[in-house]
């Protein structure tokens, strides 16, 4: 941990759940990519709800086994959550997009991550008329292919801004216990959990959350 909030220089922001509110899209366009493969949704919603915050292919290579049909289900899932984006589901939750700005404004740097791929990323950037909010935006093919749990997004963003001058100056915030759980192996000064997403405060204090904040609003307060 730094010594105190204040020496953090980089900002990672998960998206749906913790920026951004969506609806509960997530399971609707998992139950539209499920059933295009011809699967019962409702068997295997359980654990999409538990893996909330995991990279998308991740949770589709263990629900569905072989590479193809994960892949496929894959792609069905993000054109069903872009369709849902396309017809105006989506939008910042309370104080996101003003967070981020007093964020900025106190000399931080903000990146946005997603599990998502990144032609749905662009698709909520686009949607919410953030596309040049914050420097740079990260999905697992960005960080060589893995998403959540890994660390890979949290320490491309380190290598690629070159904000900090080391991890511990890195604050990892998100909704999931899988955010935390990325903050905790990239070595995060500080790892914050939000309770506007998919988990509890239980869940976030168990992966490795040292803050649970009721949103993101509240996050330039703690941090100084």
């Not at 949704?41 to 998308?56: C, F, H, N, Q």
């Not at 290579?61 to 959550?81: I, M, S, T, V, W």
């Not at 749905?120 to 990260?138: E, H, K, M, R, S």
């Not at 914050?192 to 976030?204: I, N």
Request: glycine fraction near 10%; aromatic fraction near 4%; proline fraction near 4%.
């Amino acid at each position: 941990m730094v010594d105190t909030p204040e020496d953090i220089r980089l900002v990672v922001l998960d998206m749906a759940g913790t920026t951004v509110a969506d609806g509960g899209l997530v399971e609707q366009a998992f139950a539209a990519a499920a059933g295009r493969l011809g699967a019962d949704p409702d068997a295997m919603l359980d654990y999409v709800r538990a893996t909330m915050g995991e990279s998308k292919i991740s949770v589709f290579r263990h629900l569905f086994g072989e590479e193809a049909k994960a892949q496929e289900a894959n792609r069905a899932f993000e054109k069903a959550y872009s369709e849902l984006v396309d017809g105006g589901r989506v939008a910042a939750l309370p104080g996101a997009r003003e967070a981020i700005e007093a964020l900025t404004s106190q000399g931080r740097t903000v990146v946005l991550t997603t599990g998502f791929a990144r032609t749905t990323q662009d698709a909520i950037l686009a949607a919410l008329g953030w596309q040049d909010l914050v420097p740079l935006t990260l999905c697992p093919a960005d960080a060589g292919g893995r998403g959540r749990p890994f660390p890979d997004m949290v320490l491309t963003a380190f290598l690629r801004t070159a904000a900090a001058d080391d991890v511990r100056q890195i604050a990892v915030v998100g909704d999931t216990s899988f955010d935390m759980l990325t903050g905790v192996r990239a070595g995060a000064g500080v790892v914050a959990g939000v309770l506007t997403g998919a988990h509890d405060a239980d869940a976030l204090r168990a992966a490795g959350a040292r803050h649970v904040l009721d949103s993101v609003a509240d996050l330039p307060r703690v941090l100084g």
